[in-house]
């Protein structure tokens, strides 16, 4: 008798060609509203998916729970079969009592954009102070707070886009700090300060990462318009801290895609659009890079249980079988280029392959 | 009688609203082949120059001194009342015995690219020991070295767009040392790292600096192609060292704008091409951010002195005048879009103001 070893799953299926896991969260998508969110909705079951963290920033955005219920239900209409989980977008206007109402119809979170929480900020620095009745409430009722992770640039102090996500780390830390039961998302990490950040933060504070970010470094977006997204990608040697705390299997870091379509001439013009798109593929995608970095074996736990477990949620049931089987990713869906167009990837889930 | 000061001129027409100085120089220019040659050229003259040093990278690159010749009776043809300075493209074709031929000729310089220097490397570092021959003859007939001061991107390194020239200042180091005599230029330097190699380095060094380096940052080619270039532009600290060595008159950093035209298409696309176009404009570029960075009176020594004094030159006669007026940038010249495009310099040179 073999012994009975950990993703035993995985490597008995490894060795036979298919990869079979739960299906999977995505803990970060934008999905758009009328015509693009009607065509990238059914994109999130066909890239593996079958529960969603559904980001706020609409047009308007969503402040309220009956905006975040109405979208909901837009979504739903479109694909049913998916778990939409709602967030509202964090806003003067929103109230503590605003906070129970969003608990009590099961909102699962709020989440920070650098531009809204400049608003009342003394220099360019976040001042989170504005908003400590709704984390006081927040963590009350068991939202979680999800950080878009970076400062506004300020070249007087030496600010961009580049170092702009570690400069908000000691805002992360005060926050942490002064609500220890607040459980904290920085969202979509991009550096080996973040990753270090998340390393010595508490159990209350977790980081997603994106597919894309798992890839590139900023010699991918100079001049590659649709590999730019915010945050930036950065150093070689971030992508490598990146990929170092997915390999080990860090329990608070898991899967937020961050994909954000784009059309494509909103992409190759004068000022592109800050996205990249990866929901149609995006179980492909991570078992692609998580194979190229040797820990296949950790694409269970990142893109299926720990966001699951952060979040208090049960764990998906259902079925996702990947095969080892190239797949080319389409140059384009609809008029939304997808990352790593016309690419190979060593993964399949996809009837195009 | 008011006492005589340095740059009188230039302050008695300040008050007058006219800056007069002699007609410019631009030591580091892309005028391209064929149709765009033939288009952009004319901006020279446009833009208040009387000299450009016209860099070799065409197709096929220029490698000979016969090669060097043509393309400027091409030029001349085009618009014979500017001084075409000629380079050839570093490169293991290229003799001693051309080096020779070509000093004859009166081609002032040679330019290392980096991947032409990375030819017969050892692991991605410039192995510049191929072409010491060539710079022993350089040396002996005072052609100038100009260097593209990169390095080739090396993730395992940690090597990318955003360090590639300050990795690569050890060789600028290595070159100076191993030919004292022979005089070098670090083209359109983005660094602080770059600024501090400069100020350390002997006589026989010197540097050229862009108008849109003295600009731009990091921050303001991310999403905006017509802003990318390479080297790309930098951290806030790094423009501000630029901006110091420039309004100090550090007399051997001088004006090459790398003006690089390309057709629209070739920036607002999936993949953008690098390169900014300040050739129509350049000396109302460069009066509008030195008079913002209160050193109007560096304008003279930047665009009409240093660089002849470097490079051994007599100084332009013929004079130019700037009209404190505001000029708006054309959207486009032809199908190039310009930098700052639309938007309003506070000097004029142009009859389109």
Not at 226 to 239: E, G, I, L, S
Not at 332 to 340: E, K, N
Request: proline letters at 7%; glycine letters at 6%; one cysteine or more.
């Amino acid at each position: 008798m073999i012994p009975r070893l950990p993703f035993v799953e995985e490597f008995h299926t490894f060795r036979m060609n298919t990869l079979t896991i739960p299906l999977c969260d995505d803990f970060h998508v934008h999905v758009r509203q009328d015509d693009m969110m009607k065509a990238v909705v059914p994109y999130l079951a066909a890239g593996g998916m079958s529960r969603v963290l559904v980001m706020p920033n609409t047009t308007p955005p969503i402040t309220s729970t009956a905006q975040a219920l109405a979208y909901k239900e837009e979504l739903e209409a479109v694909d049913p079969n998916i778990t939409y989980l709602m967030t509202m977008y964090l806003h003067p206007d929103i109230t503590v009592e605003e906070v129970h109402k969003a608990a009590d119809a099961g909102i699962v979170g709020i989440k920070s954009y650098p531009r809204g929480v400049t608003t009342n900020s003394d220099a360019g620095i976040e001042d989170y102070s504005l908003y400590y009745p709704l984390f006081e409430a927040m963590q009350e009722r068991g939202l979680v707070l999800e950080l878009h992770g970076e400062i506004p640039s300020d070249h007087e102090r030496d600010i961009c886009v580049l170092n702009a996500e570690e400069y908000f780390l000691s805002h992360l830390k005060q926050l942490y700090t002064d609500f220890p039961y607040l459980r904290i998302v920085l969202e979509h990490i991009t550096t080996a300060a973040a990753v270090a950040a998340i390393r010595e933060a508490p159990e209350t504070v977790g980081a997603t990462v994106t597919a894309h970010h798992l890839e590139l470094t900023v010699d991918d977006w100079a001049g590659q318009n649709h590999n730019f997204c915010k945050p930036v990608a950065k150093y070689p040697h971030d992508r490598a801290a990146l990929r170092e705390i997915v390999a080990e299997g860090h329990p608070r870091v898991f899967l937020g895609s961050d994909s954000a379509p784009h059309p494509r001439n909103a992409k190759e013009a004068a000022c592109g659009c800050a996205g990249v798109f990866t929901s149609p593929l995006l179980a492909a995608y991570v078992a692609d890079t998580l194979e190229s970095l040797g820990c296949l074996d950790r694409m269970r736990s990142f893109a299926c249980e720990f966001g699951a477990d952060f979040y208090g949620l049960p764990r998906n049931e259902g079925t996702l079988t990947l095969s080892k089987q190239t797949c080319t990713v389409p140059a384009s869906y609809g008029d939304v280029v997808p990352f790593r167009a016309s690419q190979k990837l060593s993964w399949s889930l996809c009837p195009h392959s």
